[in-house]
């Protein structure tokens, strides 16, 4: 439950920053919503915690919430920017948001980024989920989050696939038809 409320919370804090922001025009109010987004994540991080302290077995929210925070730091500051410039141009007069490139090496450099993100996450999801199970120490009370690190581990190996193809068969611009 309460890592849907963190989710929630998330793309709420996200929404009425950016609504306060432009649509307000109140930017240090915006700025300070915009500011507990991450508050979310360790709201997240302490009742995970918490709730294995007290003796809970861990379940697949707790794995969850480890994938999600780790996917929330490695991505999160990404979305908001990717969030702020749609905004900005839609409610400020901004200039048109910047797309990733469509062909060739730079699309393929793009998806390495992006990867590379991945891996990011993987790695902080990891070792949350390697913390809980030492810090719970009973690997009967921990065997979801033994499952979790597969899972993780599974998918940074598809989502590896996605750049590999891009640099072997890059895509190319389509044709203009007459």
């Known amino acids: 439950m309460i890592i849907a409320g963190c989710e929630v919370g998330f793309w709420l804090f996200l929404?009425?920053?950016?609504?306060t922001r432009y649509v307000a025009r109140r930017p240090r109010l915006g700025a300070a919503?915009?500011?507990?987004?991450?508050?979310?994540?360790?709201?997240l991080l302490t009742a995970t915690v918490v709730d294995l302290r007290r003796g809970a077995t861990a379940g697949?929210?707790?794995?969850?919430?480890a994938a999600y925070l780790g996917f929330s730091v490695a991505f999160g500051h990404g979305m908001i920017r990717w969030a702020d410039e749609r905004f900005a141009h839609r409610f400020a007069g901004g200039p048109s948001p910047s797309?990733?490139?469509?062909?060739?090496?730079?699309?393929?450099?793009?998806?390495?980024?992006?990867?590379g993100?991945?891996?990011?996450?993987?790695?902080?999801?990891?070792a949350l989920l390697l913390g809980a199970i030492a810090l719970?120490?009973?690997?009967?009370?921990?065997?979801?989050l033994h499952d979790w690190l597969s899972r993780l581990t599974v998918v940074l190996g598809i989502w590896a696939l996605w750049p590999i193809t891009y640099t072997i068969w890059p895509a190319k611009p389509k044709k203009a038809s007459r």
């Open 33 to 43: 919503l915009l500011i507990c987004v991450p508050l979310t994540d360790l709201a």
């Open 117 to 126: 993100k991945a891996v990011i996450a993987w790695a902080i999801s990891c």
């Open 136 to 144: 719970v120490g009973d690997t009967g009370r921990t065997a979801a």
């Open 60 to 65: 697949f929210a707790h794995g969850l919430a």
């Open 99 to 115: 797309r990733p490139p469509r062909h060739g090496r730079a699309r393929a450099r793009h998806e390495w980024k992006e990867f």
């Open 15 to 19: 929404l009425m920053g950016l609504l």
